[in-house]
T-cell receptor, first 117, second 112 residues
Framework: GAVVSQHPSWVICKSGTSVKIECRSL??????MFWYRQFPKQSLMLMAT?????????EQGVEKDKFLINHASLTLSTLTVTSAHPEDSSFYIC?????????????FGPGTRLTVL | GESVGLHLPTLSVQEGDNSIINCAYS??????FIWYKQESGKGPQFIID?????DKRQGQRVTVLLNKTVKHLSLQIAATQPGDSAVYFC???????????FGQGTELSVKP
């Protein structure tokens, strides 16, 4: 149990376009989902916390108008990178916290590799 | 404060040896710690966790040690196997809505 999926697993897009990444909890309901970004040979950096039915909370330095997060249901959160530029190329990873579970328990998705040309 | 990503330190061990991976955490208010394993191109995989009311916890072939006095966490892997080759991250949480802050990571390479 506790499987999290992401779609797409990789995407290549042109500079200036927008890209949507989906994060789904497949066998549990997630009240909270988290979005991370990871550059090569670096650690995971938390971008934002997404709560079902409310606005996301962004970490300092993360542009909320550039990285749009929607958490419309208990099993789906989406991250849209708007007007993507080459510097947005990265590995984007989501995690989900189970509804009713331990406050610290997170399950990670497989990641989405974004390449902006 | 937040951990900042740096070039990954590496640890190279011989197959069958024990590995020790260390992590210094930053927030003295953190009360929950997790070790994750990340293989290339994949998401983090849970290995073991520990709460601040403990100083040691054992799993299958893995042991986590917590020293709150010096804010240090370690992961011990017994009889390291080639399949253990990956990047290992520690993560800390101060129960701020469940936010996890990741350490810089260590790349473990196991030589057959």
């Amino acid at each position: 149990g506790a499987v999290v999926s992401q779609h797409p697993s990789w995407v290549i897009c042109k500079s200036g376009t927008s890209v949507k990444i989906e994060c789904r909890s497949l066998d549990f309901q997630a009240t909270t989902m988290f979005w991370y970004r990871q550059f090569p040979k670096q650690s995971l950096m938390l971008m934002a916390t997404s709560n079902e039915g409310s606005k996301a909370t962004y970490e300092q330095g993360v542009e909320k108008d550039k990285f749009l997060i929607n958490h419309a249901s208990l099993t789906l959160s989406t991250l849209t990178v708007t007007s993507a530029h080459p510097e947005d190329s990265s590995f984007y990873i989501c995690s989900a916290r189970r509804a009713g579970g331990s406050g610290n328990e997170q399950f990670f998705g497989p990641g989405t590799r974004l390449t902006v040309l | 404060g937040e951990s900042v990503g740096l070039h990954l330190p590496t640890l190279s061990v011989q197959e069958g040896d024990n590995s020790i991976i260390n992590c210094a955490y930053s927030n003295s208010a953190s009360d929950y710690f997790i070790w994750y394993k990340q293989e290339s191109g994949k998401g983090p995989q849970f290995i073991i966790d520990i709460r601040s009311n403990m100083d040691k916890r054992q799993g299958q072939r893995v042991t986590v040690l917590l020293n709150k006095t010096v804010k240090h966490l370690s992961l011990q892997i017994a009889a390291t196997q080639p399949g253990d080759s990956a990047v290992y991250f520690c993560a800390e949480s101060a129960n701020q809505g469940g936010k996890l802050i990741f350490g810089q990571g260590t790349e473990l390479s196991v030589k057959p």
